[in-house]
């Protein structure tokens, strides 16, 4: 079966540092990977997503992410967090035999000024 | 501009009381979904539509019902709802090749 984990409920930084929101999946094939972003009161945004290539993918915002196979990890980064990148970040599987993407619970990003 | 909608966007009702949550989107996406989002559990999948006439159960179907009848609109129904039912509830829809999913505002339920 598919899952998705996010460790931290919560990650903290100062505006300016580099950040990093950590994701860790299981499937049975090659993984599509996806991280989406919740502003307050908004639906999902979609940032970027891995399904097959280069290890690093970039997405919107500045924001990028590395598959790791080998871990089975998809962390998010940024080299220099902004205030208004605060906000709920969820990392989501979907195993290519399948037509359902799982979620994990989300991390909660706080970048203060 | 390309986008999906839900209807309404905030909801209050009472146990027993037949309620749709509309979504509607205008991409010609083949594939739709309903999600429930609920605190700590991340979001989890209702019920899902791979084309028109076709539905299949996700992870927590209980209690809904779903119908694809057009393409572009996939409405969630709650026939008898109850508190449990609670809950942020966000739909999805995606061309199936592309594999990413593009979501509405979401529609917050309170079931009294």
């Known amino acids: 079966a598919q899952s998705v984990a996010q460790p931290e409920d919560q990650v903290k930084v100062a505006e300016g540092n580099p950040l990093t929101v950590k994701c860790t999946y299981s499937?049975?094939?090659?993984?599509?990977l996806f991280w989406y972003v919740q502003y307050p009161n908004r639906g999902l945004q979609f940032l970027l997503k891995?399904?097959?290539?280069?290890?690093l993918v970039k997405g919107s915002y500045g924001f990028e992410a590395e598959f790791n196979k080998s871990q089975t990890s998809f962390h998010l980064k940024k080299p220099s967090a902004l205030v208004s990148d605060s906000a709920l970040y969820f990392c989501?599987?979907?195993?290519?035999?399948?037509?359902?993407?799982?979620f994990g619970t989300g991390t909660r990003l706080l970048v203060s000024p | 501009e390309a986008q999906v909608t839900q209807n309404p966007r905030y909801l209050i009702t009472v146990t027993g009381k037949k309620l749709t949550v509309t979504c509607s989107q205008n991409?010609?996406?083949?594939?739709m979904s309903w999600y429930r989002q609920d605190p700590g559990l991340g979001l989890r999948q209702i019920y899902y539509?791979?084309?028109?006439?076709?539905?299949d159960k996700g992870d927590v179907p209980e209690g809904y019902k779903v119908s694809r009848k057009e393409k572009r609109n996939f409405p969630l129904i709650l026939e008898s709802p109850s508190p449990n039912q609670t809950s942020l509830y966000f739909c999805?829809?995606?061309?199936?090749?592309?594999?990413?999913?593009?979501f509405g505002p979401g529609t917050r339920l309170l079931v009294l």
């Open positions: 989501a599987v979907r195993d290519p035999g399948f037509q359902k993407l799982v």
């Open positions: 999805a829809s995606s061309y199936d090749r592309e594999k990413t999913q593009y």
């Open positions: 539509s791979m084309n028109v006439e076709v539905t």
């Open positions: 891995y399904i097959t290539g280069d290890n």
């Open positions: 499937v049975s094939g090659n993984p599509y």
């Open positions: 991409m010609n996406h083949e594939y």
